[in-house]
């Protein structure tokens, strides 16, 4: 399978001068752990994700005053559609991330999220079988 496969099309974006508060917010109701921030002015685009956000509430920022271009990653690490989802997924190891933008002719064409490899990975074959089962404490 490839990332083509796997990737959602439907992707948030925000801008750099948009509050976490507000991309919280966005990412909430669209139920995505990330937002792609496109900046006219950056060489390509970052990502904000969820761990972004709660390193900020963590620190105790105000989420309505801070704003995303502070608090985006712009060292971005890009997938190409045709990667294999073993390539995506050994790059999202490599990095310690869980979302990669999927980028086409310099155009943002999607995003893969761990959960999607892992949807993939399961539907691609895995059976009750092959799945791990829980088991009931003795008493």
């Not at 399978?1 to 990737?7: E, K, N, S, Y």
């Amino acid at each position: 399978m490839q990332v083509r496969d796997g990737m959602s099309t439907v992707v948030l974006t925000v801008g750099p001068g948009h509050s976490l508060r507000d991309a919280a917010r966005q990412m909430s109701e669209k139920r995505v752990g990330a937002a792609v921030v496109l900046d006219p002015d950056a060489p390509g685009p970052g990502i904000l994700t969820e761990r972004d956000i709660l390193d900020a509430v963590g620190a105790g920022q105000d989420l309505a005053e801070e704003r995303v271009g502070t608090h985006l990653t712009t060292d971005v690490v890009y997938a190409q559609p045709d990667w294999s989802l073993e390539e995506a997924a050994a790059a999202m190891v490599r990095g310690g991330f869980r979302h990669l933008i999927v980028m086409k002719d310099g155009d943002v064409c999607g995003i893969l999220s761990v959960r999607d490899v892992v949807r993939c990975w399961t539907d691609d074959g895995a059976t009750s079988d092959m799945l791990p089962r829980a088991t009931a404490a003795a008493g």
